[in-house]
């Protein structure tokens, strides 16, 4: 389970918040985009991170593409400085603890988590997330990308 923890901790320091490094850059540097969110799935030997990023002007599409694929290639190479990971950890705890206050969604993270091999409750998230093996497993491939563009 830990890779896990590792790429939902990762995934929460991509879109999560005003200090999230997709905000930062597209957001509050760029002034391009007001959204986006990102998703990821395990498997045993292969997983996805999916960034979706809706209302691209698409003057501007190619530079939030490329903009989103630097950021995810430091990410790779271990060039985000561990000083921001380690400052997001309060952040990160406490978006685990209050998400999964409610029955349902308790439930529903143990379900995920039962069918990838064990039950995760949400402490353990926090428990386990070791911030040494982040660039380790974190992105391990090439990016492929999928546009769906307007009419």
């Known amino acids: ?9 990762l995934t929460f320091n991509l879109t999560e918040g005003a200090t999230s490094l997709l905000y930062t850059k597209l957001r509050e540097e760029r002034g391009l985009v007001y959204d986006f969110y990102s ?3 395990l498997f045993a030997d292969l997983g996805y991170l999916q960034v979706t990023i809706p209302g691209i002007p698409l003057s501007r599409l190619y530079e939030v593409i490329s903009l989103t694929e630097d950021i995810l290639n430091q990410i790779k190479l271990g060039e985000i400085e561990s000083d921001y990971f380690e400052k997001r950890i309060k952040y990160y705890e406490y978006t685990i603890r209050t998400s999964y206050r ?4 308790r439930a529903l993270l143990e379900a995920h988590t039962a069918i990838k091999g ?16 982040l660039y380790d497993s974190a992105i391990t491939s090439n990016f492929i990308k999928a546009l769906i563009l307007p009419n």
Not at 118 to 133: A, G, H, N, Q
């Open 1 to 9: 389970m830990p890779n896990y923890i590792i790429s939902d901790y």
């Open 39 to 41: 998703e990821y799935d």
């Open 102 to 105: 409610s029955m349902f969604s």
């Open 118 to 133: 064990s039950i995760v409750e949400p402490e353990y998230f926090i428990e386990k997330l070791f911030l040494e093996k």
